[in-house]
């Protein structure tokens, strides 16, 4: 059993930067990829960035060039560095795992961005 837990949530003004993290414990070990999606109101949940253990990475288009996702190995540890932030980033952000042991998810952290 994997448990995430999202942190950095939070108001921000349009064009501002917030940075979330997320901590995994639990039975995570060897090769795995860790993510964040994210779900506003009335919309599907969608991928925005995921990692690989060798630190692959793959952005949807919505966000390259304004995030940067980033892992630590050692600490088991994912962070999402989000710039440029504009009103239709707003949504609950989830971090997310695929490891051998089945697909985990935290409990979402809010992030709202308006004036």
């Known amino acids: 059993q994997v448990q995430l837990v999202e942190s950095g949530g939070g108001l921000v003004q349009p064009g501002g930067s917030l940075r979330l993290s997320c901590a995994a414990s639990g039975s995570i070990f060897g090769s795995n990829v860790m993510g964040w999606y994210r779900q506003a109101p009335g919309k599907e949940r969608e991928l925005i960035a995921t990692?690989?253990?060798?630190?692959?990475?793959n952005y949807a288009d919505s966000v390259k060039g304004r995030f940067t996702i980033s892992r630590n190995n050692a600490k088991n540890t994912v962070a999402l560095q989000m710039n440029s932030l504009q009103p239709e980033d707003t949504a609950v952000y989830y971090c997310?795992?695929?490891?051998?042991?089945?697909?985990?998810w935290g409990q979402g952290t809010q992030v709202t961005v308006s004036s």
């Open positions: 997310n795992a695929r490891t051998i042991s089945g697909v985990y």
């Open positions: 990692i690989t253990t060798a630190g692959s990475i």
